[in-house]
Each structure stands twice: as structure tokens, then as C-alpha cells.
């Protein structure tokens, strides 16, 4: 068994940021800007992060995770606290994340007036449920190509 101590920070933030969001499998909780930080103390790696909204339900599966990619390289002692301040941002998603997002299909966040659709770039789609697929996230269709699409709402 590994401790966290032989770990160094910079691979522990590595297994860390590997995490991939359950509802967004695209993208890694680093690109979704939730994983606030890690630290190791005392024999333990402590990763620190701040769900996307209150109630949030990925977050027990995010935890779960966390502590799953620890073990994987032999780290068993590890702490996820979550933290709801400051409360995340769209602004906190990188942009790598934005590309991945539009890759996959989903508008990234922006103001609403500008989504631009993922398929085709065309402007201007039509809101057809404030909710989507997750609560995070908006349904539109496309003006041009008529394709719905997930728009991950700004906040």
C-alpha cells in the first residue's frame, strides 16, 4: 500500500483532475472548474471541491470517484470535503472544457442571446425548456438545422 506522503502534490492533483463528471462525462471535474484544491496532510490527501448548484445530485458520485482514483494508485486515506463557498461560477469551467462541451454537442455557457448551435454554428436557436437533461442545463433548438441541443446554462 501506497501513502499518501510517497504521492507527490502535483500527481495528487493529477489523479484529482482525472475525475470525469457523471453527468457531463466529457469533461473532468477540473474542467468543470468543481475541483477546488488538493492538498496532503498528515498521511491523507484532502481534496477540496464546490458543487455546481445546491443539491447537486453527481455530487455523492463525485466523492465516491475521488476516492476510487485514489485507490486505484494505492492512495487509501483520503478526505473530499466540499465546500459552498465562494459558490461556483460557469465562469470557473476552463476553456479546454468549453471546446470539449461544444464538441459533445452541448452549448457551452455564454449569454443566452449569443449560444451559437454546436452542430452548425448558425445563431440565434430557440429556448424549448429552461430545463434540460439536467438542471444545469437548458434544451434549445437549432434555427438553422433544426437539431435540438443541451446549453449549459450560464451562472
Not at 496532503?40 to 458543487?51: F, H, L
Not at 470557473?92 to 454537442?105: A, N, P, Q, V
Not at 437533461?133 to 446549453?151: N, Q, R
Request: charged share 20%; aromatic share 8%; hydrophobic share 40%.
Amino acid at each position: 500500500m501506497v501513502t499518501a506522503p510517497t504521492i507527490s502534490i502535483v500527481s495528487a492533483r493529477r489523479v484529482a483532475a482525472s475525475v470525469v463528471d457523471p453527468e457531463i462525462p466529457v469533461l473532468t471535474i477540473d474542467d468543470l472548474g468543481i475541483l477546488r484544491s488538493v492538498e496532503i496532510n498528515q498521511g491523507r490527501a484532502i481534496v477540496t471541491i464546490t458543487p455546481t448548484y445546491s443539491g447537486c445530485p453527481a455530487m455523492g458520485q463525485i466523492e465516491d470517484d475521488i476516492v476510487t482514483a485514489f485507490e486505484k494508485v494505492g492512495v487509501e486515506d483520503v478526505e473530499v470535503e466540499t465546500v459552498h463557498f465562494p459558490a461556483w461560477s460557469t465562469d470557473w469551467i476552463s476553456e479546454d472544457g468549453h471546446r470539449k462541451l461544444s464538441e459533445f454537442g452541448i452549448a457551452p455557457p455564454i449569454p443566452e442571446p449569443d449560444v451559437l448551435c454546436p452542430r452548425c454554428d448558425a445563431s440565434a436557436p430557440k429556448l424549448i425548456a429552461r430545463f434540460g437533461s439536467t438542471a444545469c442545463k437548458a434544451l434549445m433548438v437549432c434555427s438553422s438545422c433544426g437539431e435540438p441541443f443541451d446549453y449549459f446554462k450560464q451562472f
